[in-house]
């Protein structure tokens, strides 16, 4: 992996770690993913419009049917996400969903794209994805707890968690073969895949806007932060996936694990810092073996 491309990596980790406790910390529901998705639109028109205005003509069936699909997938993960974060702790469905689709992205990358991938970089995977499961609870999430309702917590977020992985992988393979094959800009596909999630999301605003209005008032320091900042993680992977293998650059995104482990649980205060820690060394080898491998 092109050390531009890992580089890009991990800035985009950090970003992306950041966005997710936010939106953990507002609890928001899809009105909460509309909010977001309106700041972005808004706060990112300019440069949209200007890529736009070129290239947007140009697009043929397939350009508008990859996006299409993109925007959909991209929709129902973060709707799944986010009630994944109401439902459970972060620090458990965010490993999970964040472990299970770069693993899913990589072995579509390699046996639909027909990427190749070396012993050393299968190695960076699984070191990925063991710390991964580690920063998400490890064995404990298998264990029964004392506490029912701890229980039924951890079981939640380990089902939302690897339901969300689904769709991390889904949009992963979409998004990679546009900006790859279709060499659309990342920008743009961010950009305008944003605009036709706002479409799918903006009902639920508009089905009782009273009530929308006031969830605003409690949450919109969270959305206008991830309606900023979100799409800059995302479009540097994007950017990263043009120069790298998608096999590689899905399972190296999980960098971002390890801004979780420390930022995450120093915010949120969910416990078990020492195996989250390991977790997070696992992901760092596994990372720097992708990048060599």
């Not at 959909?72 to 799944?80: C, E, K, N, Q, S």
């Not at 320091?221 to 994007?238: E, Q």
Request: charge should be positive; proline fraction near 4%; avoid cysteine.
């Amino acid at each position: 992996m092109p050390l531009s491309a890992l580089a890009l990596i991990v800035l985009a980790g950090l970003i992306h770690a950041s966005w997710n406790i936010a939106a953990k910390k507002a609890g928001g529901d899809v009105r909460f993913a509309a909010f977001t998705s309106i700041v972005m639109m808004l706060f990112w028109a300019p440069l949209g419009i200007w890529l736009g205005k070129d290239q947007v003509p140009g697009w043929g069936s397939a350009e508008w049917l990859l996006l299409a699909a993109s925007a959909v997938l991209h929709t129902l993960y973060y709707v799944v996400l986010l009630r994944g974060y109401r439902k459970a702790d972060l620090t458990v469905v965010y490993p999970l969903a964040r472990g299970s689709g770069p693993l899913l992205s990589s072995l579509a990358a390699i046996f639909v794209l027909g990427e190749q991938i070396s012993t050393l970089g299968a190695a960076g995977i699984a070191g990925v994805v063991v710390g991964v499961f580690l920063i998400a609870g490890g064995p404990g999430l298998w264990r029964a707890t004392h506490d029912p309702a701890q229980r039924k917590r951890i079981h939640k977020g380990m089902i939302y968690g690897l339901i969300t992985g689904v769709f991390i992988a889904s949009y992963t393979v979409v998004d990679g073969y546009t900006v790859k094959v279709l060499l659309m800009s990342p920008i743009l596909l961010d950009y305008m895949g944003n605009l036709l999630r706002l479409v799918v999301v903006a009902p639920q605003v508009l089905r009782d806007v009273p009530a929308a209005a006031l969830l605003w008032r409690r949450q919109w320091k969270y959305a206008v932060f991830v309606g900023i900042i979100s799409p800059v993680s995302y479009v540097l992977v994007l950017y990263a996936m043009q120069t790298a293998p998608l096999s590689h650059v899905a399972p190296a995104r999980e960098i971002s694990m390890l801004f979780a482990a420390l930022i995450g649980g120093q915010l949120l205060g969910e416990g078990d810092r020492l195996l989250r820690l390991l977790g997070a060394g696992f992901i760092a080898a596994g990372v720097m073996a992708l990048a060599v491998g």
